[in-house]
């Protein structure tokens, strides 16, 4: 199913293989068409079947990443580069080390650095040199986040350190043996960072991600719900399974 609500695009999968599907044919059409751009990933396990995709897709020659460049929205702080729930593992196991990739291409936050300030600084520069993010893929967490950008009583500017809440950290505890071990904090892209994006990809799937898209596509736009935010950006494509976009059927049938 397909369908518009104002500036958005929002595609409904069958399930989470069908809705990963047509997320890669979205990611690789933008690919093809600009090879040499620079593309915005997200970590978490929403975008996990769409990377296995991808890989198929570069294995079949479908899909070249040798001239693009990466950016990830954002990293756990402090977390080590050699820890198996760094952002940096992920996306290598996932993508990066699968694929054809020029890893001087490659872009991520140091969960490590000693100065924050100045890590992230350098990450917006990057950006800028990169000539701007053509697509930036994203997932969402159940409190309405987008990178880590969590509610809260302003929308967030730059890239920079934030605190994670207690919703996120329980969400991203099943990540890590116990909930003591997930960071406090996080280094994220800034909604700002995320709204300069040419091109918007938000993923969602399974039934508890349904309340959030709705609020996100249907309620008022509020720093409480962050992805709310994504009403005013000019080009929005988002891909829902069934599961998640029950909220959004039930509204549509009131």
């Known amino acids: 199913m397909f369908f518009k609500i104002g500036n958005i695009k929002i595609h409904i999968e069958k399930d989470y293989n069908a809705m990963s599907a047509r997320a890669a044919d979205i990611f690789t059409e933008a690919a093809v068409k600009n090879p040499s751009g620079a593309y915005g990933f997200a970590t978490g396990s929403t975008p996990i079947g769409m990377y296995n995709v991808l890989v198929e897709k570069y294995k079949e020659g479908a899909l070249d990443f040798s001239q693009l460049s990466t950016f990830n929205l954002d990293e756990y702080y402090p977390i080590k580069s050699d820890n198996d729930q760094c952002y940096r593992c992920f996306m290598e196991q996932r993508l990066f080390n699968l694929v054809n990739l020029n890893k001087s291409n490659i872009n991520l936050l140091n969960g490590e650095t000693g100065d924050t300030s100045r890590e992230c600084s350098a990450y917006e520069e990057k ?128």
């Open 127 to 254: 950006i800028h040199l990169a000539g701007g993010i053509v697509l930036q893929i994203l997932g969402i967490g159940t409190n309405g986040h987008i990178g880590f950008n969590e509610p809260g009583d302003y929308f967030s500017g730059a890239t920079g350190v934030v605190n994670l809440t207690k919703n996120t950290i329980d969400d991203n505890a099943r990540f890590f043996e116990n909930r003591d071990q997930v960071p406090r904090k996080a280094l994220s892209m800034g909604i700002r960072t995320i709204m300069s994006s040419k091109e918007i990809l938000l993923l969602a799937s399974g039934k508890n991600k349904s309340q959030i898209i709705s609020d996100t596509l249907f309620g008022r736009i509020t720093p409480q719900v962050p992805a709310s935010i994504l009403q005013v950006h000019r080009h929005v494509r988002v891909v829902l399974d069934e599961a998640a976009a029950e909220g959004i059927n039930n509204r549509l049938l009131t």
